[in-house]
């Protein structure tokens, strides 16, 4: 069974960054997508970036261009930079590894305030 641990988040000034991780506990073998998601007040869950085993990430619009998801095979991790971040990004953040099995992390507050 593969668990996913990550850490990363915590409070940040608008404009200010932040970068999240994601381990799992065995070996992926680079094997299947990762994603991140949030739910922020008052919406539904959404997914925010997803990576496919080439590379190859989508993002929703709205951080387009201010997220930025990479992942480290070796180290069978995903990553999540942030940057410019903004009010609206308050949230929890779920890394999720969708392999042989769908695989959530705990989650991890992410909150954006002066």
């Known amino acids: 069974q593969v668990h996913l641990v990550e850490s990363g988040g915590g409070l940040v000034q608008p404009g200010g960054s932040l970068r999240l991780s994601c381990v799992a506990s065995?070996?992926?073998?680079?094997?299947g997508e990762w994603a991140w998601h949030r739910r922020v007040k008052d919406k539904q869950r959404e997914r925010v970036a997803l990576i496919d085993p080439d590379g190859t990430a989508t993002y929703i619009g709205s951080v387009k261009g201010r997220f930025t998801i990479s992942t480290d095979n070796s180290r069978n991790a995903v990553y999540l930079q942030m940057d410019n971040l903004k009010p609206d990004d308050t949230g929890v953040y779920y890394c999720n590894w969708i392999g042989a099995m769908d695989t959530w992390g705990q989650g991890t507050q992410v909150t954006v305030s002066s």
């Open positions: 065995t070996d992926l073998r680079g094997i």
